[in-house]
């Protein structure tokens, strides 16, 4: 299984020796829907000389249109399929030409495409699963905190002809809830929901038959004094990742609009209407929210929200409104607290044409 992360660039490539065009062909779907038997999308281009024939084809922003990740709302601590809008199948065949004619075919691979970003570090083309059969699209080595409410990170994986998966909820290392969620059969991939804790458990492993596939860890937090403010946004992987805020918040408007002169009716006016006014008034609502004490891991939850093009906060849509923050260190801080002000993406007042 190859993951492509179409929030950064997936170049394909052609570079034949004896190549005057080449032509891309992408087909985009969903799970659920049939293969287009046509492409979604054809791409083209000529060699710009007979000394720099290599073409590039930048696929990444095709792959993102086929992709709508808008609600997690999950009740349940049982394993189950996410939406399948959440991510699409791509095949993407290659072709060159040495007429401007004739096409050749020179590759047909299959992808799986997610709203996901790469580092630059990472290079060109860098794949998370590595080509593996699963992955976890969460960040494994932070604890995260969590509360009563339920939350899930998404595992994308591939059905195996002879064994099964199976997912164990662990509490002071003894085994209080096992699911076996896929078993063995024909090859297809799934994208499924793994419920973050079950029966207040603080360690989740996934397996494939015996072999550890992916394992995180959880805190439960009650917290007796605040109510929690629910977080969700799209990862880095492309999966949906909780962040609790579990202390003082604060809510607040914003209003806006535009002042204008008016012109008094007559010389004898009426003072009670006034000289100005007023129009298109609309306000946005924000919170301003604090973590509590974290790990200095919680750094890398911080950078994915202040990156993510999706987030829910108390599940509507929002914005973060802080623009930067400081990514602390237990060196300086012996008590990490992150704060957060976001802005909910809906105007206060209905004015949805």
């Keep these: 299984m190859i993951l492509i992360a179409a929030r950064s660039p997936y170049q394909v490539v052609i570079d034949e020796s004896d190549q005057v065009a080449t032509k891309v062909e992408v087909y985009l779907w969903n799970k659920g829907t049939l293969p287009p038997t046509n492409p979604t999308y054809i791409m083209s281009e000529k060699i710009a000389s007979i000394t720099q024939r290599e073409t590039n084809y930048n696929i990444s922003p095709f792959i993102l249109e086929k992709i709508s990740q808008i609600q997690n709302d999950y009740s349940s601590d049982t394993v189950a399929v996410e939406d399948d809008s959440n991510w699409c199948f791509v095949r993407v065949m290659r072709y060159y030409s040495t007429d401007g004619v004739a096409f050749t075919l020179l590759s047909d691979k299959s992808y799986i495409g997610v709203n996901a970003y790469t580092l630059v570090e990472d290079g060109v083309n860098y794949d998370y699963c590595n080509d593996e059969v699963a992955i976890l699209l969460a960040q494994k080595k932070i604890t995260v905190q969590y509360q009563a409410t339920r939350y899930y990170y998404n ?124 129009m298109n008034i609309n306000g946005s609502k924000m919170i301003k929210c604090n973590t509590g004490f974290v790990d200095e891991d919680y750094s890398e939850l911080i950078t994915d929200l202040m990156m993510s093009d999706t987030i829910l906060v108390n599940f509507l849509p929002a914005t973060v409104k802080s623009k930067s923050t400081v990514l602390k260190k237990h060196l300086k801080e012996k008590n990490i607290n992150y704060t957060v002000e976001f802005e909910f993406s809906n105007n206060l007042l209905n004015n949805v044409v």
């Design 155 to 278: 595992f994308m994986c591939e059905r195996s002809a002879s064994l099964s998966y199976v997912v164990n909820y662990l509490k002071n290392n003894v085994i209080v809830n096992t699911q076996t969620f896929l078993t063995a059969g024909a090859s297809e991939t799934f994208n499924y929901k793994i419920p973050l804790a079950v029966n207040e458990s603080d360690t989740t492993e996934i397996k494939l038959g015996a072999t550890l596939i992916a394992k995180f860890q959880t805190e439960l937090i009650l917290e007796c004094k605040y109510e929690p403010v629910v977080v969700s946004f799209v990862n880095r992987y492309g999966g949906w990742q909780p962040l609790m805020f579990f202390k003082a918040s604060e809510n607040s408007i914003e209003t806006k609009g535009t002042e204008y002169n008016l012109m008094p009716e007559s010389w004898n006016y009426n003072y009670q209407i006034g000289q100005t006014k007023t």
